[in-house]
């Protein structure tokens, strides 16, 4: 009996990574915004190499090499590695990740996107340029206190649906705090940097000292559904303005890219908010 149910674990820890779609899951990619974190901001970057600078009130930290290089990027992880670090903010030497990776949000991706995602990063060209050291204050350089941080503001587990939801609704609330991981930017934060939860997104403030707007019903009821849709597409108001850059970037990277029914599903979601008043500037 003890055979069988060593035999019954194995055959349940191999399944549990079946293996992914790597079409999907460069489409996931997408979604999930990946290429602007993990490429650096220069012509001819080759993407997902790493060496995006991300200013933080806390520092700035450089997007690592995601790319299947044996030293430089993430060839030597397995997939078990790959979904630790998504799921639970940990790397494969057991220390934690700095929260700048949005792993509170990355959290809640399926088993089964998480599998696709893999696959498609295997399929990147290998690239031996090293990932970039973090230029912290040496105060926020141990990561022996993330644990605290993590006690206080991550809470680990995946998307679970609303039954009393449509399949449309739970779609946008997946792509919205899930792939999306939209409350990183728009939800404002305390001084230890950590997500006021009562304000989910209702607009935050940017280490460059830009606003990222209310993105509830206060702020989005002056437009239709059609005007939001094409601002996540082209990356253009309606009254003709152009988008601040880093979002700018994010419609070029990401929500341009959504296929028609995934960018309906996250404007509904959206209009389902509770109103919040903007942030005081």
């Given at each position: 009996m003890i055979r069988a149910g060593v035999l019954a674990l194995l055959l349940v820890t191999a399944g549990a990574f079946a293996q992914g779609d790597a079409k999907r899951g460069e489409y996931l990619s997408k979604a999930a915004g990946c290429l602007g974190c993990h490429t650096e901001a220069r012509e001819g970057a080759q993407p997902y190499a790493g060496g995006r600078a991300i200013k933080t009130p806390f520092g700035t930290f450089y997007g690592p090499n995601i790319t299947?290089?044996?030293?430089?990027?993430?060839?030597?992880?397995?997939?078990?590695?790959?979904?630790?670090?998504?799921?639970?903010?940990?790397?494969?030497?057991?220390?934690?990740?700095?929260?700048?990776f949005p792993y509170p949000s990355f959290t809640k991706i399926s088993d089964a996107d998480v599998a696709d995602l893999w696959a498609y990063l295997r399929t990147l060209p290998p690239s031996a340029q090293p990932s970039r050291p973090h230029d912290l204050p040496f105060y926020f350089r141990w990561r022996l206190l993330l644990g605290a941080w993590k006690w206080l503001y991550f809470s680990p587990g995946r998307f679970a649906a609303d039954g009393a939801k449509s399949a449309?609704?739970?779609?946008?609330?997946y792509l919205v705090q899930a792939l999306g991981h939209c409350?990183?930017?728009?939800?404002?934060?305390?001084?230890?940097?950590?997500?006021?939860?009562?304000?989910?997104?209702?607009?935050?403030?940017?280490?460059?000292?830009?606003?990222?707007?209310?993105?509830?019903?206060?702020?989005?009821?002056?437009?239709?559904?059609?005007?939001?849709?094409?601002?996540?597409?082209?990356?253009?108001?309606?009254?003709?303005?152009?988008?601040?850059?880093?979002?700018a970037e994010v419609v070029r990277n990401t929500t341009s890219q959504l296929t028609a029914g995934d960018l309906s599903a996250l404007v509904a979601y959206l209009r389902t908010l509770s109103p919040l008043p903007d942030e005081p500037k």
């Open positions: 299947p290089h044996a030293d430089a990027g993430i060839g030597r992880w397995r997939e078990a590695d790959f979904a630790r670090a998504l799921h639970t903010g940990v790397r494969p030497d057991g220390a934690n990740y700095f929260p700048c449309q609704l739970n779609r946008g609330a409350s990183e930017c728009h939800t404002p934060r305390n001084f230890l940097g950590g997500p006021r939860k009562d304000r989910f997104l209702a607009g935050g403030r940017l280490a460059d000292g830009a606003a990222a707007p209310n993105l509830t019903p206060t702020r989005l009821k002056k437009q239709t559904d059609a005007d939001l849709k094409d601002v996540l597409q082209s990356g253009v108001t309606p009254d003709g303005d152009a988008l601040a850059e880093s979002m």
